[in-house]
């Protein structure tokens, strides 16, 4: 069992950049492939990134390629998504997300356990 809670959310410019953060308590987080999901009202959840339990390495949506970087820490149970000259199509509540799978899962539904959003606001 893990809890996530994100923060770092807020209003920036396009071409602007922000770095959302989520904490983890419980189990230790180095036994969870951590991801990043956004969601915007009326549609599903929409994967961003995945970063395995401790490699590093990292899988990201074609459409983030380039401007978000997700990296860990699991000495002080924490995973970031760096985002880099954001659109206003990035607008969405982020989630990290968590799972034991040992894979860098892209479905919502691989993932059990859940942080309660952060919102990203990016203005024109």
């Known amino acids: 069992q893990v809890q996530l809670v994100e923060s770092g959310g807020g209003l920036v410019q396009a071409g602007g950049s922000l770095r959302v953060s989520c904490a983890a308590s419980g189990r230790s987080f180095g036994a969870y492939v951590a991801g990043w999901f956004r969601q915007v009202p009326g549609k599903e959840r929409e994967f961003v990134g995945a970063i395995s339990r401790s490699t590093g390495i990292t899988q990201y949506a074609d459409f983030v390629k380039g401007r978000f970087t997700i990296s860990r820490d699991n000495a002080k149970n924490m995973v970031h998504l760096q985002m880099n000259n954001l659109k206003p199509e990035d607008t969405a509540v982020y989630y990290c997300?968590?799972?034991?799978?040992?894979?860098?899962?892209?479905?919502?539904?691989?993932?059990?356990?859940w942080g309660q959003g952060t919102q990203v606001t990016v203005s024109s």
């Open positions: 997300a968590a799972t034991t799978s040992l894979y860098r899962e892209v479905e919502s539904r691989k993932y059990a356990y």
